[in-house]
T-cell receptor, first 112, second 113 residues
Framework: QKEVEQDPGPLSVPEGAIVSLNCTYS??????FMWYRQYSRKGPELLMY????GNKEDGRFTAQVDKSSKYISLFIRDSQPSDSATYLC????????????FGQGTRLTINP | NAGVTQTPKFQVLKTGQSMTLQCAQD?????MYWYRQDPGMGLRLIYY???????DKGEVPNGYNVSRLNKREFSLRLESAAPSQTSVYFC????????????FGEGSRLTVL
């Protein structure tokens, strides 16, 4: 079993829809949580970064962390065609043997 | 501002050939990384360098070697390429090891025939 599980999709939704992307994890030592966005044939770029349970908002994007359930989500409101990309969750252990683990990535397409 | 620069962007090799992927960052970061990305597998860490003068194995180091040439440059070498090493390779850098934002290059697409 992988430490971080992410549905690879692909996910296709119409423009303006609310998108929910999710990751689950098995290691309770993960403390920091991130979402990266990767456009086709480009490197990933950091989108959201959070370390506490609860919600963090940035414009149309909301990152949600539920440490008790070992579950994180990224919500995209009023989705735009420019949001079409692969979204990767990532998690960090900073105490002891430091580690950063990426999910498999979810390929998202927003249709005009 | 160039960020992280990788060369070459594309390469085709025959089985058994060797090659080196070059990476340079201009952000004065301490830590650098090499990842490979394969369909359905996400990003897997090959090697990393916490700071100049140190390198460590990641999740999938077999068949690769690295050199942290100086603070800016981190190269990845395939000594005897195999078809299983066909992948997209990404170099990344960050100010501190594994924490904070990782800045990625645009990737190097390698095909081994």
């Amino acid at each position: 079993q992988k430490e971080v599980e992410q549905d690879p999709g692909p996910l296709s939704v119409p423009e303006g829809a609310i998108v929910s992307l999710n990751c689950t994890y098995s290691n309770s030592a993960f403390q920091y949580f991130m979402w990266y966005r990767q456009y086709s044939r480009k490197g990933p770029e950091l989108l959201m970064y959070t370390y506490s349970s609860g919600n963090k908002e940035d414009g149309r994007f909301t990152a949600q962390v539920d440490k008790s359930s070992k579950y994180i989500s990224l919500f995209i409101r009023d989705s735009q065609p420019s949001d079409s990309a692969t979204y990767l969750c990532a998690m960090i252990i900073i105490q002891g043997a430091q580690k950063l683990v990426f999910g498999q990535g979810t390929r998202l397409t927003i249709n005009p | 501002n160039a960020g992280v620069t990788q060369t070459p962007k594309f390469q085709v090799l025959k089985t058994g050939q060797s090659m080196t992927l070059q990476c340079a960052q201009d952000m004065n970061h301490n830590s650098m990384y090499w990842y490979r990305q394969d369909p359905g597998m996400g990003l897997r860490l090959i090697y990393y360098s916490a700071s100049e003068g140190t390198t460590d194995k990641g999740e999938v180091p077999n068949g690769y070697n690295v050199s942290r040439l100086n603070k800016r440059e981190f190269s990845l070498r395939l000594e005897s390429a195999a078809p299983s090493q066909t992948s997209v390779y990404f170099c990344a850098s960050s100010d501190t090891l594994f924490t904070g934002e990782l800045f990625f290059g645009e990737g190097s697409r390698l095909t081994v025939l």
